[in-house]
């Protein structure tokens, strides 16, 4: 009897236990996200992004240089020209379709970093080379494409009796601080076991000045550079620029990391300078060019697909600024070809196409 009952406890706890399982409710589902929280991952609404600032600003705020003919400088007016200034011109275009819309500060070597992460400026355009420990945490930057290929070189006076570096043991040379142009001197001619004495300054100016008043031997920059400071010399046909190339120097644009939108803006405008140039749309033809059956310049010019919008950027964003500031052929031949004291040959500064370094990535 005592054995009966206890199997019968047995099987009514069992059989409580099962009623249990089955009457428990099932969990919740999760809940769907908020619709706003949907939109926050959506590029164009992101929040806090530098480029609704700058749209609600209604200027853009570029750091340039002010002292190097034909890449930034600056008139007895005030008015900046030159083809970095021209690159501030074409993101103000894209963004507030007005390529005027821009307040330029002067970004000196030692500073433009600092400009650029404190958010005085909104991007800067001002001949800097990208190099890895610019483009990493420890400085910061978030590098745009490279709009200019460059490699640094030495100025000499003709009379010196310098036709190569070799030739510059125990030299005094000029030179700008807080450049790759300081470090890649002290490195090339260590590895040419050659001495030398830096005489260093802080802008470009009282580093050529010095050069010129006859303070030193050498005077070392961008290639780039040395072509432009020379016709500011007091006689430039007694110097010449040494044929050795001490370094890569790819110039590019930069903005501060952290802002995938505003990087993504201006990127994609200095993209679309090379690419209006590859498919042969310019400044005097684009009206004709947003009839065109290639399905590139369609995109690029907003006739379809809606490129601009996926940057928050209206669709004919290049349209504006191709009519305004040109393709980078324009901008380039502008302010550094054959019809400018400089007549820079583009090298590797001309399209993949033509034996050049420039290529842009499909506009799709």
Known sequence: MNKRLTLLGISLLII?????ACAAPAPAPAAAPAPAEVAATEPAAQAGSLLDIVKSR??????VNNQVPGFGNVDANGNYSGFDVDFCKAVAAAVLGDANAVE?????????????????????FRNTTWTLTRDSAEVGMEFMPVNFYDGQGMMVRKNS??????????????????????LNLADVFRAKGLDFTP????????????????????????????????????????????????????????????????????????????????SGVTSQ???????????????????????????????????????????YGEIYDRNLGPNTPFNLPRGLNALWTEGG?????PFR
């Open 16 to 20: 409580a236990v099962i009623y249990s």
């Open 58 to 63: 209604g200027r853009l705020i570029c750091g």
């Open 285 to 327: 033809n684009v009206d004709e060019m947003m009839s065109s059956n290639d399905p590139t310049i369609k995109r690029l010019l907003g006739v379809e697909g809606e490129m601009g919008a996926k940057l928050g950027l209206p669709n004919d964003f290049m349209v504006k600024v191709i009519k305004q500031v040109g393709n």
């Open 199 to 278: 005489v260093v300054f802080e802008d470009n100016n009282k580093t050529a000045g010095a050069y010129d008043e006859g303070r030193c031997d050498g005077f070392t920059t961008d290639k780039s550079g040395l072509v432009a400071t020379l016709t500011k010399l007091t006689n430039p046909d007694e110097h010449m620029i040494l044929e050795e190339t001490m370094s890569k120097e790819p110039l590019a644009g930069a903005v501060f990391q952290g802002d995938p939108v505003w990087a993504d803006a201006v990127r994609w405008v200095v993209f679309g300078l090379i690419q209006a140039e590859e």
């Open 161 to 182: 009796g310098i036709t190569k570096l070799e030739d510059m043991d125990g030299a005094t040379i000029c030179v700008q601080s807080g450049t790759t142009t300081e």
């Open 104 to 124: 330029y500060r002067y970004a000196s070597g030692t500073d433009r970093f600092t400009l650029v992460k404190s958010g005085e400026i909104d991007v800067l």
């Open 357 to 361: 370094l420039l290529y842009a990535p």
